[in-house]
């Protein structure tokens, strides 16, 4: 099983966004090049789970953010580590806006 | 054998029931239901006031500069500590502070003075890392690690499952087969930096304990200088397990308070909640599952009590220590699991921290050893050391 989250990339819009499940869950989001700019969660303090937070990156990124992919999982809070982990190893630093979690995250040197 | 508490004991766990009640509580509400951590500003301000009040570095002996607990006092605040959500495995967020690993107290000066001080400074972090995927309840025939010498050095090979906060650790403590004998006599403990070349946190293994994960370490022509020996070569075994036998008495006593509080929660649930013409607490069958709750945490305090109180007399304390585990961790799981019958569908919501205790508690079955290698220690203290 692979560990990055490398399922194909899908428009962000409000549309889009709306037919999504109400799930637990994480996130990346993306401009149109396929540069990270957000790698997030919706946990259960969203109150429909992976469609309010998505709609909350909209508003955060604005057009900027034209891209997501995402991944149901009710163990939302290691996950988002873990992809925080794996973008820290790729990249050699978070997406700007969560910079201030380089602190917490950890070291992972995946094979 | 006498369970009151004396004036001082009284004091503490009055204190800090206080403290979890008022203190932190209140934060949990804000937080994510599978939060592991507090906002760093609270972290910070609950560590001046946990400071303040004397308790900062409960695990550390007196004469590195601890409150000097015994084990008796220990297991009540553990009690105590645990009665909020993410109390079972964070107890109070960590703002009590933590003892570093013990096993560093029986470290050189020199190693001493590069990890233990630093760790109770708050400056290092250390890991554990004896867990094979070849197994676990029996490390001293499963570890495959191997380490070869090579003039000053060793030369490790092999990995570990399982490993909590590899990822962020300085350094870690890993066991390493270093002999041709395949048990216990052939294990060494080296005390390694985790940039050293060859360490590799490969991967999270994600668990039912959702807020935190696991690593995978992997360990190629890792290079380890000698002076990174704790204790003696081949003399590692003793070292992993005088801290498995230790970490009993309080593991089973941070069980205790999330059953505890479930209890409280469902007695106040069915009080109120009303079915088929009556409150539910005037059913028998809720009243039936109340009772066996109560069974259960009295039955489960009182063995960790009893252990500890044998752990402070200077009496081996094994049985006792491996009982308490046992009991805590099943009863408690037991009593979470009537608390969510009782409470219906809400008490499976993240609303509650019934299902948080729920999926946590099922791994306090398994972790610090499963309750069936508890029965293996205590029927081998029962019926002799001799038999196979």
């Keep these: ?111 | 054998m006498d369970f009151s508490l004396n004036e001082e004991q009284q004091m503490i766990v009055d204190t800090t029931r206080r403290f979890v009640q008022t203190e932190i509580v209140p934060l949990e509400d804000e937080l994510d239901p599978d939060a592991g951590s507090l906002a760093p500003d609270d972290q910070d301000r609950l560590i001046t006031m946990t400071r303040s009040m004397g308790f900062y570095g409960l695990d550390i002996p007196e004469e590195y500069g601890g409150p000097g607990l015994d084990t008796t006092t220990r297991a009540l605040m553990a009690i105590e500590m645990s009665q909020h959500r993410a109390g079972l495995y964070n107890p109070c967020y960590g703002v009590f502070g933590g003892a570093g690993l013990a096993q560093l107290y029986e470290a050189t000066d020199s190693q001493k003075e590069r990890w233990l001080y630093p760790t109770l400074r708050g400056e290092k972090k250390g890991c554990f890392a004896l867990t094979e995927p070849s197994g676990g309840s029996d490390p001293a025939r499963a570890i495959q690690t191997r380490g070869i010498q090579d003039g000053d050095e060793w030369v490790l090979n092999g990995s570990k499952l399982y490993i909590s906060g590899a990822d962020k650790a300085d350094y870690a403590l890993v066991f390493a087969r270093t002999s041709d004998d395949p048990g216990r006599n052939g294990v060494t403990a080296f005390i390694i930096d985790t940039d050293t070349p060859g360490f590799h946190v490969r991967r999270v293994v994600h668990t039912l304990r959702a807020t935190h994960y696991a690593t995978e370490l992997q360990f190629e022509e890792l290079r380890v200088p000698q002076e990174n020996i704790l204790g003696e070569v081949n003399g590692g075994f003793a070292i992993a397990n005088d801290r498995l036998s230790r970490q009993r008495i309080p593991y089973a006593a941070g069980c205790i308070g999330p059953a505890i509080r479930a209890q409280e929660m469902a007695i106040d649930w069915a009080k109120n909640r009303t079915a088929f013409g009556s409150v539910l607490a005037e059913k028998q069958a809720i009243q039936w599952m109340i009772v066996d709750n109560e069974i259960d945490i009295r039955h489960a305090r009182y063995c960790v009590l009893a252990a500890a109180q044998k752990a402070d007399s200077g009496d081996r304390f094994r049985t006792e220590a491996a009982m308490a585990k046992l009991i805590a961790s099943e009863a408690s799981s037991r009593v979470v699991d009537r608390c969510i019958q009782i409470h219906g569908g809400v008490g499976v919501t993240k609303d509650l921290p019934l299902e948080r205790w729920y999926r946590e508690l099922r791994i306090r079955r398994i972790g610090e050893g499963p309750s069936e290698v508890q029965r293996l220690i205590m029927a081998r203290d029962i019926l002799g050391g001799s038999f196979k």
């Design chain 1, 1 to 111: 099983m692979g560990i990055r989250l490398d399922k194909p990339w899908e428009r962000l819009d409000s549309d889009s966004v709306s037919s999504l499940q109400a799930q637990l869950g994480v996130y990346q989001v993306a401009d149109s090049d396929g540069n990270v700019l957000s790698v997030g969660y919706a946990g259960a303090k969203h109150p429909f789970g992976i469609r309010s937070a998505l709609e909350h990156e909209i508003q955060l990124h604005g057009k900027k953010a034209t891209l997501f992919r995402y991944e149901f999982t009710s163990n939302y809070r290691s996950r988002w580590d873990e992809l925080l982990m794996l973008h820290l190893h790729d990249h050699g630093q978070l997406p700007d806006h969560q910079r201030d979690e380089e602190g917490r995250v950890g070291r992972l040197s995946p094979n």
